[in-house]
């Protein structure tokens, strides 16, 4: 069972983006990495195609998955992940509060 996941919360932990909070948009699973919305940033020049314009386009590049942090939405603070079994279902739960995560 993954920690993080796609539509969750995290803070970057570590890197030029440190203390930003953001929605992870893709998990690269085999990469290690994960897409957060608005960080590390970079701009592409883009060439045109018969379906889109051309010109600079900012983007989203992946970063480890070991420099974010999942955001509790309960109290707003980064927390650790754990793993349990309720009901004979694994699920998560965040270590600083112990509430169940959707």
């Given amino acids: 069972m993954q920690k993080i996941k796609k539509g969750d919360t995290v803070q970057v932990i570590a890197g030029k983006d440190k ?37 600079l386009i900012k983007k989203e590049q992946s970063i480890d998955i070991s420099n974010v942090m999942f955001v509790d939405a309960q109290d707003g603070k980064p927390t650790r992940i754990g793993i349990k079994v309720v009901d004979g279902k694994k699920v998560r ?4 509060t112990g509430n169940v995560i959707n």
Avoid: M, W, Y
């Avoid at 957060?36 to 195609?49: A, D, E, L, M, Y």
């Fill in 19 to 55: 203390g930003t909070q953001g929605e992870v948009l893709r998990v690269l699973k085999d990469e290690g990495r994960v897409i957060v919305k608005g960080v590390h940033v970079c701009t592409r020049h883009q060439k045109p195609s018969a379906n889109s314009a051309g010109g």
């Fill in 93 to 96: 739960f965040a270590k600083r």
